[in-house]
């Protein structure tokens, strides 16, 4: 029997932060249960936060270290004000109404995409003198932003992250991380599967 139940969706951005920082945490034996996210919001940001403090993963700032959680704190509100909100309209518009047999809003595109390229010229800045969004270390930050750039990719708007030295470079650490990168194969051993 699994050790807890995650319900959430395949392919949903929200449901694979979770899933990331379950990896990132060891945590592999869990049951996804599967469920029709759009009847509702799901609050991942807090689940992973919930999870990341009650098993001790190593993804959040020590108490201790007022300022890393200041800066922690920060880079939060950032990833969720600046790039988050931008970054899912893109989604949605390019990704999930392609699945809805919607059309998507090019001037809702290229709206959000002006903010996310904004975004990602002052990341540029800052990533130049440190390794990841919240500081030195791999937080709950730095898997927030996994889900939706990894969206951006599939919509064809990578180049925003790899056109930049120092985003790429934050980019390639966190996405070969060995527990990311597990999760990712499997996420695709699990595309490969339901396609045939």
């Known amino acids: 029997m699994p050790d807890f139940t995650l319900y959430g969706s395949r392919g949903s951005t929200n449901t694979d932060r979770v899933r990331l920082t379950l990896a990132e945490g060891g945590f592999t034996d869990y049951e996804l249960v599967l ?13 992973c936060k919930y999870l990341a403090t009650k098993y001790s993963f190593p993804l959040l700032p020590p108490n ?18 600046y790039f988050a909100e931008p ?10 109404k392609r699945f809805m047999g919607l059309p998507p809003d090019d001037a809702v595109v290229s709206d959000a995409l ?15 003198h440190k390794d ?10 730095d898997i ?10 599939a919509c064809g708007y990578g180049d ?7 985003v790429s470079a934050w980019w390639d650490r966190c996405v070969n991380r060995p527990a990311i990168q597990r999760m990712l194969a499997a996420d695709k051993e699990a595309a490969v599967a339901t396609s045939r």
């Open 64 to 81: 201790s270290d007022v300022e890393a959680a200041a800066l922690f704190d920060q880079a939060q509100c950032v990833e969720t004000l």
């Open 35 to 47: 469920l029709n996210l759009q009847k509702g919001e799901q609050k991942s940001r807090a689940i």
């Open 114 to 128: 002006r903010s996310v390229e904004m975004f990602f010229d002052v990341a540029e800045r800052l990533l130049h």
């Open 132 to 141: 990841y969004m919240a500081g030195n270390d791999f937080t709950l930050v």
């Open 160 to 166: 925003i992250i790899v056109s930049r030295e120092a």
């Open 87 to 96: 970054a899912g309209r893109i989604a949605f518009e390019k990704f999930a």
């Open 144 to 153: 927030y932003y996994i889900p939706l750039i990894q969206r951006l990719f």
